[in-house]
């Protein structure tokens, strides 16, 4: 007689909740971008010869600006693309998961939220087909 076949089935763990953690070959970086640019440029053969040192400052130049018109609140768009805008999150109540009869006061706080472009939903939508 088999005594495992009466035994409650083990149920799996689930998952946390979040952003999962990503691999190195899935990041951009700055210099990647400015790499990916630099290829663009010279590919076009009717394009003047530029380096790739003034191509990284280009793009840390835009990056620079960028940054510098978010901190002036400034909403940034690019057609096909997306906006940026800030936002201001209102204060609210938190709680501590491990100790939920405690309410944390949460401050107001500005944040930068980023609205892609209907094009660029899906044009995402077909490079990234959902699978489960």
């Given amino acids: 007689m088999d005594t495992n076949s009466t035994a409650a089935p083990v149920a799996k763990p689930r998952k ?3 952003r999962k953690p990503r691999a ?3 990041t951009m970086t700055r210099r990647e971008l400015a790499s990916l640019v630099y290829k663009k440029i010279h590919a076009n053969s009717k394009t003047r010869r530029v380096s790739a040192q003034t191509v990284l400052d280009v793009v840390q ?5 960028l940054q510098e ?3 002036q609140g400034k909403h940034i768009e690019f057609r096909d693309f997306g906006v940026f805008e800030v936002i201001l999150r209102r204060s ?3 709680r501590n998961p491990n100790k939920p009869d405690v309410s944390i006061p949460i401050p107001p706080r500005r944040t930068v939220k980023f ?3 209907r094009k660029m939903l899906q044009a995402l939508c077909e490079a990234l ?4």
């Fill in 16 to 18: 946390k909740a979040g």
């Fill in 24 to 26: 190195a070959d899935e």
């Fill in 61 to 65: 130049s835009s990056i620079d600006a």
């Fill in 69 to 71: 018109a978010i901190l």
């Fill in 92 to 94: 609210r109540q938190g």
């Fill in 115 to 117: 609205k892609p472009s």
């Fill in 129 to 132: 087909p959902i699978t489960e």
